[in-house]
């Protein structure tokens, strides 16, 4: 099939270049977010998908908004048979749904209905999700409603971040994308509707959402944190100055109140609701990511202090 595929960021990378790679789909161009200034020289920078198809020689299309009648014209003289969709980031209307063929198909990193938005992988790993997966589903106008062609399951171990998790699903969902659309392609696969029970909703995590509140148990602090990294990642405040947290190791030992610090030879223990937990690597502000040890060696906490 004659493809155009839509994608932005990292995770949408295995996807692109494995129907890059296939014999039985001619990827015809690329729609991706416009360049956006990075780094700190701020100067514009191309997507991660939109380097990639630099790369293999491929047309880029990167409208603003969805709908703008210059790219309506220009997607529609592409003649796409159908139109790949991994994390692109725009919202798209009736008018550019309409023209591929077979419809936009739309790979998404939960179990639909489950965690429909834009954070399905924080949200399953910050509500203690053992499983989760991907689902490649026809494009609706609605946020992630359409119904599913398949699905691939994958579980969420006891230590995954939500950048490693994503990582394994962006592979994983890459090779149930292609085989949805050979289905499409060879008239053997349907969407079936999704279910109305089950439904939940992942919206985008802010900055604010990922405070650690020490207040909560020691379980949810540990989920909040991996679910929160790399991006954008767990802080909380010491001396009236921000510390951004990796991930932490839960105890099972009490004796600390909330948000209490505890520094030991070997580790830095923090206080919760329940059990304390184990700093793994800290990042003060302006500075590099270090072990906990070393930050308490040179802050020196004192008796009494603690994070809030």
Request: proline share 9%; hydrophobic share 40%.
């Amino acid at each position: 099939m004659r493809v155009v595929f839509a994608g932005t960021p990292e995770p949408a990378l295995p996807s692109l270049q494995r129907l890059l790679d296939s014999a039985r789909h001619e990827v015809v161009a690329v729609v991706t977010r416009p360049d956006a200034p990075a780094g700190r020289s701020r100067r514009p920078q191309r997507s991660p998908v939109g380097a990639l198809a630099d790369e293999a020689g491929i047309p880029i299309l990167t409208p603003h908004k969805a709908n703008e009648p210059a790219f309506l014209d220009e997607l529609t003289g592409l003649a796409p048979d159908c139109c790949p969709v991994v994390a692109y980031g725009n919202l798209l209307r009736r008018e550019a749904l309409d023209v591929p063929r077979h419809g936009w198909v739309n790979l998404h990193f939960s179990l639909l209905p489950a965690w429909r938005g834009a954070a399905p992988v924080q949200a399953a790993i910050r509500a203690g999700d053992e499983i989760t997966g991907a689902s490649t589903f026809a494009l609706e106008e609605g946020m992630d409603t359409g119904p599913v062609y398949g699905t691939v399951t994958e579980e969420i171990g006891r230590h995954d971040t939500a950048g490693v998790l994503l990582e394994r699903l962006a592979t994983s969902g890459a090779a149930l994308l292609a085989s949805t659309l050979d289905g499409i392609e060879d008239g053997e696969l349907a969407p079936v509707p999704q279910p109305t029970d089950g439904v939940s909703y992942a919206p985008k995590i802010t900055v604010d959402d990922a405070r650690v509140l020490w207040t909560h148990p020691a379980p949810a602090v540990d989920r909040l944190i991996r679910a929160v990294t790399p991006a954008p990642g767990a802080w909380t405040t010491f001396r009236d100055a921000r510390l951004k947290l990796g991930p932490v190791l839960t105890t099972g030992e009490a004796g600390l109140e909330p948000g209490s610090i505890r520094v030991e030879r070997q580790r830095v223990l923090v206080g919760t609701a329940t059990a304390t937990v184990a700093l793994g690597d800290v990042q003060p502000q302006g500075r590099k990511a270090m072990p906990a040890v070393d930050w308490a060696r040179g802050v020196r906490p004192e008796a009494g202090e603690r994070f809030v």
